[in-house]
């Protein structure tokens, strides 16, 4: 069994449970708090207030209720970074919006703590970061077809399109999200003055002359 929510008319139901929701809000707390490997699903039960058995019929194990925290990540990722984004203006227009995505989704806790736990935990349980990886990387292809496709109609000079991409995701995540992820202070600059700092860096280096 994957642990992939069911797809048939019972799946929006469940998502809808109020116990489910609980049992999800709860794994969300202990797994962020204690790790994924050192928390029970009787624990789980406890902490959500259901019975035992209302766990098991809502989840079979607790890679499933992963998978179900999972699928949320990949709504809020569908919700920073729309279908179309790539055709939102100029190339400054496109990646300004892309940087105040990743902005915004480093804004939401529940986001935050899902990479956190994924950090922790990835190194005891490597499935955890594939599933999280195979979300990740259409976003990552998406700007990195973007960038060479600037690149084949001349606009930009991008020798190698992923790294290029990761760069400019880099500079983003290391002042929003990283000093986050290490329980440091982030650096006192202001959203709207790092986007367009590395937006100018990024651009005055790979904008075809």
Same mark, same amino acid.
């Given at each position: 069994?994957?642990?992939?929510?069911?797809?048939?008319?019972?799946?929006?139901?469940?998502?809808?449970?109020?116990?489910?929701?609980?049992?999800?809000?709860?794994?969300?707390?202990?797994?962020?708090?204690?790790?994924?490997?050192?928390?029970?699903?009787?624990?789980?039960?406890?902490?959500?207030?259901?019975?035992?058995?209302?766990?098991?019929?809502?989840?079979?194990?607790?890679?499933?209720?992963?998978?179900?925290?999972?699928?949320?990540?990949?709504?809020?990722?569908?919700?920073?970074?729309?279908?179309?984004?790539?055709?939102?203006?100029?190339?400054?227009?496109?990646?300004?919006?892309?940087?105040? =995505? +990743?902005?915004? &989704?480093?804004?939401? /806790?529940?986001? #935050? *703590?899902?990479?956190?736990?994924? @950090? !922790?935990?990835?190194?005891?349980?490597?499935?955890?970061?594939?599933?999280?990886?195979?979300?990740?990387?259409?976003?990552?292809?998406?700007?990195?077809?973007?960038?060479?496709?600037?690149?084949?109609?001349?606009?930009?000079?991008?020798?190698?399109?992923?790294?290029?991409?990761?760069?400019?995701?880099? =500079? +983003?995540?290391? &002042?929003?999200?990283? /000093?986050?992820? #290490? *329980?440091?202070?982030?650096?006192? @600059? !202001?959203?709207?003055?790092?986007?367009?700092?590395?937006?100018?860096?990024?651009?005055?280096?790979?904008?075809?002359?």
């Amino acid at each position: 069994m994957d642990g992939r929510i069911d797809s048939t008319d019972a799946g929006p139901r469940l998502r809808r449970s109020p116990s489910r929701e609980a049992i999800v809000e709860a794994a969300e707390r202990l797994f962020l708090e204690r790790g994924f490997g050192a928390v029970s699903m009787d624990e789980l039960a406890e902490a959500a207030g259901v019975a035992r058995r209302t766990l098991y019929n809502q989840f079979a194990s607790k890679e499933e209720i992963f998978r179900e925290m999972l699928g949320r990540v990949t709504g809020q990722l569908e919700g920073a970074f729309p279908p179309g984004i790539e055709t939102q203006g100029d190339v400054e227009d496109v990646l300004r919006l892309v940087a105040h =995505a +990743i902005l915004g &989704l480093h804004s939401q /806790p529940g986001y #935050l *703590g899902f990479l956190r736990m994924l @950090v !922790a935990d990835s190194r005891q349980f490597p499935w955890i970061a594939q599933a999280f990886a195979a979300v990740m990387e259409p976003q990552n292809e998406r700007l990195t077809r973007y960038l060479a496709h600037l690149t084949a109609m001349g606009i930009l000079d991008c020798r190698n399109p992923v790294l290029a991409a990761h760069q400019f995701m880099g =500079a +983003i995540n290391e &002042l929003s999200l990283w /000093p986050w992820m #290490l *329980g440091r202070e982030s650096l006192a @600059v !202001a959203a709207e003055e790092l986007v367009e700092e590395t937006l100018r860096m990024f651009l005055q280096y790979y904008r075809r002359r």
